[in-house]
């Protein structure tokens, strides 16, 4: 081997160890992407009320609602951004959740539910 690849390769070694130095001396963590899989919370629709009122899940977890109650009911978001079908007894509408929302049944308006996106 080459005189010149020997110092090839013990500059490259030589550089390799001192950016080691330098991220472990700086805290550099890499940043290890969410693997965990999303949760499905279940609000459940009964009395004239959701249940749980107020839900904090991750980014990305799925919240179902579920109409549990004798009268219709839907799921509307509070600037009516986006709205489920009328849910009839026993009817699900499911939703990804990416940002904090606050929600109410446009069929009862007093009925107001809020989900918040908590960070890890």
Sequence with gaps: MSLFYKSATLFSCFLVVLLGIFLVSTGFKPET???EAPVTHVVTIHQMKFDPEKLVVKKGDVVQWVNKDIVPHDVTEINKKWTS???????KYKKVITENLNYFCSLHVIMKGSVTVKNH
């Design 85 to 91: 079908k009328i849910l009839e007894k026993d009817a």
């Design 33 to 35: 992407p969410n693997t």
